[in-house]
T-cell receptor
Framework: GENVEQHPSTLSVQEGDSAVIKCTYS??????FPWYKQELGKRPQLIID???NVGEKKDQRIAVTLNKTAKHFSLHITETQPEDSAVYFC??????????WGAGTKLIIKP | DTAVSQTPKYLVTQMGNDKSIKCEQN?????MYWYKQDSKKFLKIMFS???????INETVPNRFSPKSPDKAHLNLHINSLELGDSAVYFC????????????FGDGTRLSIL
């Protein structure tokens, strides 16, 4: 079936450094790729999303890039801060417009 | 004013019992969802529902059933609770189909004794 693979499962970076999380998807018809952040004990919240007609999107310190040919998309966080520590989920639409979710990446920001 | 609210926040019950979790959204969205998040943090879609169709994840046991009295509410009923049902259950909503941002509730932590 369709799936979304997310890597790495855990990422530890020094405060101030950049973090990159990558996802690959299998459905070539996927056209919507959101990223959600879930802090410990809290609900997932959308932080950025991109559609298939765009290659890159930025919002302050976060950016998402999409490579439709290779069927992968990435989340980039620059100048990481302690409050960036969380679990990040990527997702992609399936052909019937259902979202398929990645398994999550636990991002740890070391002081 | 909470956009997606679910009750109760915590639910502790015995194996074999039947329980319900309620969800309400005041965003005017027409699609609502139920997710299960287990101890490994994986988010598993259980149901998505709008006023046109109910889409059920085929891996969800039929002990789980969504009930929608109106567009703003999607409740989750669980019969004959099992130990493996222990998890955090999230309700979410979106405007339109899955290619729109989803807004999540704060979750219900279900613990089966």
């Amino acid at each position: 079936g369709e799936n979304v693979e997310q890597h790495p499962s855990t990422l530890s970076v020094q405060e101030g450094d950049s973090a990159v999380i990558k996802c690959t998807y299998s459905d070539s018809a996927s056209n919507y790729f959101p990223w959600y952040k879930q802090e410990l004990g809290k609900r997932p919240q959308l932080i950025i999303d991109i559609r298939s007609n765009v290659g890159e999107k930025k919002d302050q310190r976060i950016a998402v890039t999409l490579n439709k040919t290779a069927k992968h998309f990435s989340l980039h966080i620059t100048e990481t801060q302690p409050e960036d520590s969380a679990v990040y989920f990527c997702a992609a639409t399936y052909s019937n417009y259902q979202l398929i979710w990645g398994a999550g990446t636990k991002l740890i920001i070391k002081p | 004013d909470t956009a997606v609210s679910q009750t109760p926040k915590y639910l502790v019950t015995q194996m074999g019992n039947d329980k319900s979790i309620k969800c309400e959204q005041n965003l005017g969205h027409d699609t609502m969802y139920w997710y299960k998040q287990d101890s490994k943090k994986f988010l598993k879609i259980m149901f998505s529902y709008n006023n046109k169709e109910l889409i059920i994840n085929e891996t969800v046991p039929n002990r789980f059933s969504p009930k929608s009295p109106d567009k703003a509410h999607l409740n989750l009923h669980i019969n004959s609770l099992e130990l493996g049902d222990s998890a955090v259950y999230f309700c979410a909503s979106s405007q339109g189909e899955g290619d729109q941002p989803q807004h999540f509730g704060d979750g219900t932590r279900l613990s089966i004794l």
